[in-house]
């Protein structure tokens, strides 16, 4: 109930001219949504989002499911590599942006100076320098952060699938790669359909890592669709503005959101 | 799983160490970073603890921020844990009109993006006289904690026997004292897995308070640390700030390395059913 409350109220902000200091003066739809699109931030920052959401995801399944197949076996060694890789979850994405953002700095970074001495690089990298740095920069901070933690989730689905199937598929001749396809991607497609569907919606609602790595340049290059929220909000104290990129944002997520779960029992 | 078992052993420990190097290396490097001298911060040269002394005396002090970021989780945490119990029990254990209708609206909450509610949130607990609040801080990160609570305390209540409470009841309980003399300890691993997740959503949240909290002596830790990194007039600091996410950060590393068998715990349950 105390979600009903708020969601009614997003919805009669979107539709009012609310500012920040001077609170309701009354309603003034739809200029709260046409003045959205002529946002010139609106349509980069959706495309930046989506961007942003398709690598993460990719680069993230794939290093996730193949960390989880070699961990799987439970040697000593591998307790200790499982631990490693979930350490990073336990910190905030907040401290893990403040850790990297340091990381990554040209005054006390140790990356520049670490790939100068084994003679790979002539001069320091701007690791948040460019467009396409920051971008890569942030996706391996996510990644760094997060992919113990699907590691987990497909962890879990692969110890649901029985050895006998692998045993049996043995005998009948099967190699590893045609197990892997045959045997461990079908049956491990709810764990999958699970870290896809909260990979995605946390990347497409992505604002820490942006907001303090990246603080959104350089040249408002890596501005996502929250932080945008976020500027209209408390940076041009338009609240209606806000509100209505927020209803517009809940939506598409409900829709999405959607779409994946349908998707997803079609499958089993 | 037998079959990676024949893969040459050599190249195994070369990739999976290279991976534990990696995923290690940020952290340490921060906790070094955090005492050892760098030229422009506190800790001029050779190591020490001068960026945990700067530290100490920013903003309100350091006392201050780790005391407002301990009466969130901790206020958090009990609400969660209060409200998820009873939840959670009356979902697994009584009959009423609607229960299936109510926890699915319970578990759409969970589809409702974070960011999207924090505008009119502001604009609420500024009607009611919560904002720069701590204990409205702690009621916002609570409602967002309580699909997941909810849902993993219904699953723990479904797994013990309903015998337990009908033999508690016939030796005289009610339900609410069946409740906390004979479930509670029976489902003490599932609020550990929900008191540990919650403390790290409600410990480490950023976006919440830097919306909510506008009153620099009531931001909870790690807003302040952000903020902190921005004050000396562009020459930024990070020497202290490596040292604010090390205090951040070793709490929450701490807890992990002593609970994670009931962190892992959550997922087993959270993946198996979801």
């Given at each position: 109930m105390?979600?009903?409350?708020?969601?009614?109220?997003?919805?009669?902000?979107?539709?009012?001219?609310?500012?920040?200091?001077?609170?309701?003066?009354?309603?003034?739809?739809?200029?709260?949504?046409?003045?959205?699109?002529?946002?010139?931030?609106?349509?980069p920052?959706?495309?930046?989002?989506?961007?942003?959401t398709?690598?993460?995801?990719?680069?993230?399944?794939?290093?996730a499911?193949?960390?989880?197949l070699?961990?799987?076996?439970?040697?000593?060694?591998?307790?200790?590599?499982?631990?490693?890789?979930l350490?990073?979850?336990?910190?905030?994405?907040?401290?893990?942006?403040?850790?990297?953002?340091?990381l990554?700095?040209?005054?006390?970074?140790?990356?520049?100076?670490?790939?100068e001495?084994?003679?790979?690089?002539?001069?320091?990298i701007?690791?948040?320098?460019?467009?396409?740095?920051?971008?890569?920069?942030?996706?391996?901070?996510?990644?760094?952060?997060?992919?113990?933690?699907?590691?987990?989730?497909?962890?879990?689905?692969?110890q649901?699938?029985?050895?006998?199937?692998?045993?049996?598929a043995?005998?009948?001749?099967?190699?590893?790669?045609?197990?892997?396809?045959?045997i461990?991607?079908?049956?491990?497609?709810?764990?999958?359909?699970?870290?896809?569907?909260?990979?995605?919606?946390?990347?497409?609602?992505?604002f820490?890592?942006?907001?303090?790595?990246?603080?959104?340049g350089?040249?408002n290059?890596?501005?996502?669709?929250?932080?945008?929220?976020?500027?209209?909000a408390?940076q041009?104290?338009?609240?209606?503005?806000?509100?209505?990129?927020?209803?517009?944002?809940?939506?598409?997520?409900?829709?999405?959101?959607?779409?994946?779960?349908?998707?997803?029992?079609?499958?089993? | 799983?037998k079959?990676?078992?024949?893969?040459?052993?050599t190249?195994?420990?070369?990739?999976?160490?290279?991976?534990?190097?990696?995923?290690?290396?940020?952290?340490?490097?921060?906790?070094?970073?955090?005492?050892?001298?760098?030229?422009?911060?506190?800790?001029?040269?050779?190591?020490?603890?001068?960026n945990f002394?700067?530290?100490?005396?920013?903003?309100?002090?350091l006392?201050?921020?780790?005391s407002?970021?301990?009466?969130?989780?901790?206020?958090?945490?009990?609400?969660?844990?209060?409200?998820?119990?009873?939840?959670?029990?009356?979902?697994?254990?009584?009959?009423?009109?609607?229960?299936n209708?109510?926890?699915?609206?319970?578990?759409?909450?969970?589809?409702?993006?974070?960011?999207?509610?924090l505008?009119?949130?502001?604009?609420?607990?500024?009607?009611v006289g919560?904002?720069?609040?701590?204990?409205?801080?702690?009621?916002?990160?609570?409602?967002?904690?309580?699909?997941f609570?909810?849902?993993?305390?219904?699953?723990?209540?479904?797994?013990?026997?309903?015998?337990l409470?009908?033999?508690?009841?016939?030796?005289?309980?009610?339900?609410?004292?069946?409740?906390?003399?004979?479930?509670v300890?029976?489902?003490v691993?599932?609020?550990?897995?929900?008191?540990?997740?919650?403390?790290?959503?409600?410990?480490?949240d950023?976006?919440?308070?830097?919306?909510?909290?506008?009153?620099?002596?009531?931001?909870?830790?790690?807003?302040?640390?952000?903020?902190?990194?921005?004050?000396a007039?562009?020459?930024?600091?990070?020497?202290?700030?490596?040292a604010?996410?090390?205090?951040?950060?070793?709490?929450?590393?701490?807890?992990?390395?002593l609970?994670?068998?009931?962190?892992?715990?959550?997922?087993?349950?959270?993946?198996?059913?979801?």
């Amino acid at each position: 109930m105390l979600f009903v409350v708020p969601l009614f109220t997003v919805g009669q902000m979107s539709v009012s001219d609310w500012s920040l200091l001077g609170g309701n003066q009354g309603l003034n739809a739809p200029e709260n949504y046409t003045g959205l699109a002529k946002d010139p931030l609106l349509w980069p920052s959706v495309g930046f989002t989506l961007q942003y959401t398709v690598i993460v995801t990719v680069i993230m399944m794939a290093l996730a499911l193949g960390i989880a197949l070699i961990v799987q076996e439970s040697t000593r060694w591998n307790a200790f590599l499982r631990t490693a890789i979930l350490v990073p979850s336990a910190l905030g994405l907040a401290s893990a942006s403040l850790l990297f953002w340091g990381l990554y700095s040209p005054n006390i970074g140790p990356l520049s100076p670490m790939l100068e001495g084994l003679g790979l690089i002539d001069e320091p990298i701007s690791f948040l320098g460019t467009p396409q740095a920051a971008l890569w920069s942030t996706v391996f901070l996510i990644v760094w952060r997060f992919t113990g933690f699907y590691m987990l989730i497909l962890m879990v689905g692969l110890q649901g699938i029985s050895g006998e199937i692998y045993e049996a598929a043995r005998i009948d001749g099967a190699n590893r790669w045609q197990m892997f396809r045959g045997i461990t991607l079908p049956l491990l497609r709810p764990s999958i359909a699970m870290s896809l569907i909260l990979c995605i919606t946390g990347s497409l609602l992505a604002f820490d890592q942006f907001y303090i790595l990246t603080k959104g340049g350089p040249d408002n290059s890596t501005i996502t669709i929250v932080q945008l929220i976020y500027r209209e909000a408390f940076q041009k104290f338009d609240l209606g503005a806000a509100a209505a990129l927020s209803v517009i944002v809940l939506l598409a997520l409900v829709l999405i959101n959607l779409v994946q779960f349908r998707a997803l029992r079609d499958k089993e | 799983m037998k079959t990676f078992r024949s893969l040459s052993r050599t190249p195994y420990y070369v990739l999976t160490g290279g991976l534990a190097i990696i995923f290690l290396f940020p952290l340490l490097w921060a906790g070094l970073a955090s005492v050892s001298g760098q030229a422009g911060t506190a800790q001029a040269e050779g190591f020490g603890l001068g960026n945990f002394e700067r530290l100490m005396a920013y903003g309100p002090g350091l006392g201050q921020l780790v005391s407002n970021s301990v009466i969130v989780s901790v206020t958090t945490v009990v609400l969660t844990l209060s409200l998820s119990l009873l939840g959670g029990y009356a979902f697994a254990r009584f009959e009423f009109p609607g229960k299936n209708v109510l926890f699915l609206a319970v578990l759409a909450i969970l589809m409702v993006p974070y960011a999207s509610l924090l505008v009119p949130l502001y604009v609420l607990l500024g009607n009611v006289g919560l904002t720069d609040s701590l204990f409205g801080l702690s009621l916002v990160l609570t409602m967002y904690q309580l699909p997941f609570a909810i849902f993993m305390m219904r699953i723990s209540f479904e797994a013990i026997p309903a015998e337990l409470e009908e033999s508690a009841m016939i030796d005289g309980c009610n339900s609410f004292t069946a409740l906390l003399r004979v479930l509670v300890p029976a489902v003490v691993p599932g609020l550990v897995t929900v008191g540990l997740f919650t403390f790290f959503a409600a410990w480490n949240d950023f976006i919440a308070p830097l919306i909510l909290i506008s009153d620099a002596t009531m931001a909870p830790l790690p807003l302040a640390v952000a903020n902190l990194r921005q004050q000396a007039m562009g020459a930024v600091d990070y020497g202290v700030t490596e040292a604010g996410v090390a205090v951040l950060a070793l709490p929450c590393i701490l807890l992990f390395l002593l609970l994670q068998r009931f962190y892992v715990k959550g997922f087993m349950s959270g993946a198996l059913k979801g």
